[in-house]
């Protein structure tokens, strides 16, 4: 709210909305939004989108979504939901729950 009135604060690059897609490029930078999502073509297994699918849900009811998205579901033996290994060269960091 501005003086009483709402105001929409956009993005970097002046959109309302910003795509929950999220992008580790080969050199290991992270690209979030629309960028990210331009990415998908050139390198789909390191974009990840439509994450929230997989949020509360349980290994063994995923396997349809899992197969709809490029990049590589796993279970990380611990629990009994997802992991999404970040999987840019360089990279030596361990699997995070989401």
Same mark, same amino acid.
């Given at each position: 709210?501005?003086?009483?009135?709402?105001?929409?604060?956009?993005?970097?690059?002046?959109?309302?909305?910003?795509?929950?897609?999220?992008?580790?490029?080969?050199?290991?930078?992270?690209?979030?939004?629309?960028?990210?999502?331009?990415? =998908?073509?050139?390198?789909?297994?390191?974009?990840?989108?439509?994450?929230? &699918?997989?949020? @509360?849900? +349980?290994?063994?009811?995923? $396997?349809?979504?899992?197969?709809?998205?490029?990049?590589?579901? =796993?279970?990380?033996?611990?629990?009994?939901?997802?992991?999404?290994?970040? &999987?840019?060269? @360089?990279? +030596?960091?361990?699997?995070? $729950?989401?």
């Amino acid at each position: 709210m501005d003086g009483g009135k709402l105001v929409i604060i956009t993005n970097a690059e002046g959109q309302w909305t910003t795509p929950s897609v999220v992008v580790w490029t080969k050199n290991g930078d992270r690209l979030i939004g629309q960028i990210a999502k331009r990415q =998908v073509m050139v390198n789909p297994e390191n974009t990840f989108f439509s994450v929230k &699918r997989f949020i @509360g849900r +349980k290994m063994s009811e995923m $396997d349809e979504e899992s197969k709809q998205v490029s990049y590589t579901v =796993v279970h990380d033996g611990s629990t009994s939901v997802p992991s999404f290994p970040p &999987r840019a060269a @360089g990279k +030596k960091e361990q699997p995070r $729950d989401c």
